[in-house]
């Protein structure tokens, strides 16, 4: 499963980010990571460092959703939605 990973600008981090996507990373090693906009992603992640969650949301589209996330009361329910893309993108290519 391709991620597109979309970061805010870091202006008032109250979130650590890139320890998500470590973590994203070790847990999940299907996924493999993009960090620039192209439309060929299977999912999008939006990672804010403050519940302001200001960060520009163009572009940041991925074919099964996007996933906004501002604080760690949301990290599971990110693994549960990056684990049903999986699940799709994996039944997708089986029928190919």
Do not use: H
């Given at each position: 499963?391709?991620?597109?990973?979309?970061?805010?600008?870091?202006?008032?981090?109250?979130?650590?980010?890139?320890?998500?996507?470590?973590?994203?990373?070790?847990?999940?090693?299907?996924?493999?990571?993009?960090?620039?906009?192209?439309?060929?992603?299977?999912?999008?992640v939006?990672?804010?460092g403050?519940?302001?969650?200001?960060a520009?949301?163009?572009?940041?589209?991925?074919?099964?959703?996007?996933?906004?996330?501002?604080?760690n009361?949301q990290?599971?329910?990110l693994?549960?939605?990056?684990k049903?893309?999986i699940?799709?993108?994996?039944?997708?290519?089986?029928?190919?």
């Amino acid at each position: 499963m391709i991620l597109y990973v979309k970061y805010c600008g870091g202006c008032n981090p109250k979130f650590e980010r890139s320890l998500l996507v470590a973590r994203i990373t070790s847990e999940l090693p299907e996924v493999k990571l993009m960090y620039t906009q192209d439309s060929g992603a299977d999912a999008a992640v939006i990672i804010c460092g403050c519940g302001s969650a200001c960060a520009d949301r163009t572009g940041a589209i991925g074919t099964y959703g996007t996933f906004v996330i501002w604080q760690n009361e949301q990290v599971s329910e990110l693994f549960d939605f990056l684990k049903q893309v999986i699940i799709i993108v994996n039944k997708s290519e089986e029928t190919l």
